[in-house]
Each structure stands twice: as structure tokens, then as C-alpha cells.
């Protein structure tokens, strides 16, 4: 997730790693800072094991053991428990932080979902914009290849 202002980048939900932001298919989102201490003191995995678990293993899959939306949505209509944590916690994790970034920019003209499960889970958007404000609510498809390319054309240009 981005906070703009005035077309700049004012926050984002990503740091240095991953780890921290929003709950991600394979990905825990905002975790503890010991969390890695603790599991390799306390567990039989080694640092790489407990990297490859927050990487890999955790987010919606390590939530319910599934980390497509649509299998997530068949299961909840079918009564998983799990399936049904996962989503809300998602999407609490997703109202967090349209909330702080709310505050951060003091306005909100709209707020915009974009990717896959912003594109095209309904219910996901509806969920987290529960509660919010009246603010405009935009759905833009995005071409993240078409813009790594052009980043990369960019840099190599300046190589030049």
C-alpha cells in the first residue's frame, strides 16, 4: 500500500524487506522484529527455515493453508473457519493502514486498489473499506512487467 501526495510517494507499506506492511498470499506482513530470535531459539529451525516461513509460508497461506482468493472465498462459503480468519485479517491489516495513511496525509481524495486481489476481489475491497469515510473508491489495472521494463529502459539509458 502507498500513500500519495500530490502524486509522490509519501509512505509505503513496504520497507526494506517484505516483512513489514500488509498480510500477503506467502508473506506475514508487519511481524515482531524478534520474531526471527525467538523461533530460532525456541524452535528446531535455523535462521533460513524461519525466513523461508515468513517468505513462503505465512500471510494467507500460513493462515489458512491457501493462498488464492478464490479457493479462499469456496472454502469460507463452505464453512472453513480459517479461510474466513484469513480474509479478516487481511483486511483489518488493509483498513490499519488506510487509516494511518489517512492521518499521514490529512486528506483523502481517493483511495485505489490495483493488482490482483485489488482488481478483482470484490469482497476484499468491500471488507476493507467497511466503516471508511465517503471517498472515492477507484479500481485501476495495473501492468507491473510493462512498468518494470520501463524502469529498466530508464536505467540503461543512463548508463549510456
Known amino acids: ?22 498480510v500477503m498470499s506467502t508473506r506475514s506482513g508487519d511481524i515482531d522484529p524478534a520474531i526471527h530470535y525467538y523461533l530460532t531459539k525456541n524452535s528446531d529451525m535455523d535462521i533460513e527455515a524461519v525466513d523461508n516461513m515468513l ?20 472454502q469460507i462459503a463452505g464453512g472453513n473457519e ?8 487481511q483486511t483489518y491489516r488493509n483498513r490499519r493502514y488506510i487509516g494511518a495513511y489517512m492521518a499521514v496525509l490529512g486528506r483523502v481524495d481517493a483511495i485505489v486498489f490495483t493488482a490482483g486481489i485489488g482488481e478483482n476481489d470484490k469482497v476484499v475491497r468491500e ?11 477507484w479500481v ?5 512487467e510493462l512498468a518494470i521494463g520501463r524502469d529498466e529502459k530508464s536505467l540503461l539509458e543512463k548508463e549510456e
Open 127 to 137: 471488507k476493507t473499506l467497511a466503516g471508511d469515510s465517503p471517498v472515492q473508491v
Open 55 to 74: 517468505n513462503k509460508e505465512s500471510g494467507l497461506r500460513g493462515l489458512c493453508e491457501m493462498n488464492d482468493m478464490r479457493e479462499i472465498h469456496e
Open 82 to 89: 480459517r479461510a474466513r480468519l484469513a480474509l479478516e485479517v
Open 140 to 144: 485501476i489495472p495495473t501492468n507491473e
Open 1 to 22: 500500500m502507498t500513500a500519495l501526495k500530490n502524486g509522490k510517494s509519501v509512505d509505503t507499506s513496504l520497507d526494506f524487506t517484505p516483512f513489514e506492511g500488509l
